[in-house]
């Protein structure tokens, strides 16, 4: 947890490598533990976190193809998790993000049908959010910027 707390202090500061190396210190720690204790979901769901803020400062970095392996592992890690009865409403919305960012990245490195797979299945976990929790503003602003990805990936 202080790695991650570190990694993000230094992502705020604008000091991207730093906050590469954090992360990753962070991915593996939190990776053994999820390792050790499978059957512990907010672990998994930590480190899908820990993955998905990796991938933004690949991102901004300028690698887009490690940005799309770290936030394709949140996916994955975010789909166990929330397959579970016990997933509460902020992993499924994680998971929705999630699936939007790794459609964009995946738009952005030209692979149109995997990204339009992943941002139809990110509106569907968001739209069913939004009917749960018809107040959570949060649900609606996510569902809303995942419109509009599909609408720029079909060039609305």
């Known amino acids: 947890i202080s790695h991650r707390m570190l990694a993000d202090a230094k992502a705020a500061s604008g000091d991207g490598e730093a906050a590469i190396a954090s992360y990753g210190?962070?991915?593996e720690a939190l990776g053994e533990l999820v390792a050790r204790n499978p059957n512990v979901p907010e672990y998994a769901a930590d480190l899908a976190g820990v993955r998905m803020n990796l991938a933004?400062?690949?991102?901004?970095?300028g690698d887009a193809k490690g940005a799309l392996v770290e936030m394709q592992a949140a996916v994955d890690l975010l789909r166990k998790v929330t397959a579970r009865e016990s997933a509460v409403p902020?992993?499924?919305s994680d998971f929705g993000v999630a699936l939007r960012a790794t459609g964009q990245l995946m738009s952005r490195l030209g692979r149109k049908e995997e990204a339009r797979e992943h941002l139809e299945e990110s509106k569907s976990v968001l739209q069913s959010l939004v009917r749960e929790h018809p107040g959570e503003a949060l649900y609606t602003s996510e569902l809303q910027l995942t419109v509009e990805a599909v609408g720029a990936l079909e060039g609305i």
């Open 90 to 92: 902020r992993q499924r």
């Open 25 to 27: 210190v962070a991915r």
């Open 56 to 61: 933004q400062q690949f991102d901004a970095s």
